[in-house]
């Protein structure tokens, strides 16, 4: 019976203290809140993923595999973007509806960020405001410019240090862990820069034919390529019969053995021109987005922008 009471006691005692453990043992720490940002397209995405780091939760609105230009916010995409403290676009000529679309959330908490401020736009080549098909004036791309920034990696710096002061803004305790990062991106852009430059610098052509949408002038313009694509910066737009003959015929005459296609559009158009002039085809990845199996592989733009060069350097025979 003593024996049977000394136990009784022991356990308890042992409850007693389990109790008190359970009961002082404070809950785990929940992790610090992360600044929530949302992105238009790819490019937003990956600078914002490299200048935040964890410190952030960023998605991209911009579902993968859906053409870029033709989008436009869902009911589902606002209730998303009205838990965001940042909203990024790219520029009011790529994304007109992004500042209604930010207001008409009335939530009075989003901070709402223009990537572009400080670069200087170019035309969106000669014909852009005279394409056919009715799509003149088209309303994603108001005043003929081009809103393929991010293609002009001079332009790409502006975008990184107008995001890094964005982030800053909304989380001031990270400040230093932002501009770090973003130095050391911009530092990786001007990696990419002089590859470019040097890998096109020794080429036996100086012209590209992309079959697609006028994305690549940027590109272009920065390192002394004359390009030419068969539609207008509206990828909805289809080019004329005759203005297919006319892209065969140069083709011919400058001896350009290769036409570009581009991301998520069809290489209907490139085709057709590639085997009227007995060129081939290559693709030249504009980045606005990226398929559904490149974002889960978590592809980078830096990344696309090597692959770019290789097919540059191929399709302007370079040394």
């Excluded at 995409?77 to 990024?88: C, E, N, P, V, Y």
Aim: proline share 5%; net charge neutral; hydrophobic share 40%.
């Amino acid at each position: 019976m003593k024996r049977i009471l000394i136990a009784a006691s022991l356990l308890t005692c042992l409850l007693f203290t389990g109790a008190c453990q359970k009961q002082t043992t404070p809950p785990p720490a929940a992790g610090p809140k992360k600044l929530v940002v949302v992105t238009t397209l790819f490019p937003l995405y990956d600078f914002v993923r490299a200048i935040g780091g964890d410190k952030v939760d960023v998605s991209l609105l911009l579902p993968p595999g859906v053409e870029a230009h033709s989008f436009e916010p869902k009911p589902e995409d606002a209730l998303r973007t009205a838990k965001a403290g940042l909203f990024i676009f790219t520029n009011s000529y790529m994304e007109p509806w992004a500042v209604s679309f930010v207001k008409g959330l009335n939530t009075g908490t989003i901070t709402l960020l223009d990537s572009s401020a400080g670069v200087t736009f170019q035309k969106a080549g000669v014909e852009e405001e005279k394409e056919e098909h009715g799509h003149e004036g088209d309303h994603h791309h108001g005043g003929g410019m081009d809103p393929h920034i991010w293609l002009d990696f001079g332009n790409a710096q502006i975008m990184v240090a107008n995001i890094a002061a964005g982030l800053e803004a909304k989380d001031p305790a990270n400040r230093e862990y932002y501009r770090a990062n973003a130095d050391a991106y911009r530092g990786e852009l001007k990696k990419l820069d002089a590859e470019y430059r040097v890998g096109l610098s020794s080429c036996g052509k100086k012209s590209f034919l992309h079959g697609g949408h006028y994305a690549f002038g940027y590109l272009a313009n920065r390192y002394g390529l004359k390009y030419e694509s068969a539609s207008a910066v509206n990828a909805d737009a289809e080019p004329t019969p005759a203005k297919l003959m006319a892209l065969v015929k140069q083709v011919r005459a400058t001896g350009l053995r290769y036409v570009f296609s581009e991301e998520l559009l069809s290489p209907r158009v490139s085709e057709m021109i590639a085997k009227e002039s007995g060129a081939s085809v290559l693709l030249l990845h504009g980045a606005h987005n990226i398929s559904k199996s490149d974002f889960e592989h978590g592809v980078t733009f830096l990344a696309l922008m090597r692959n770019n060069l290789a097919s540059l350097k191929t399709g302007l025979e370079c040394r």
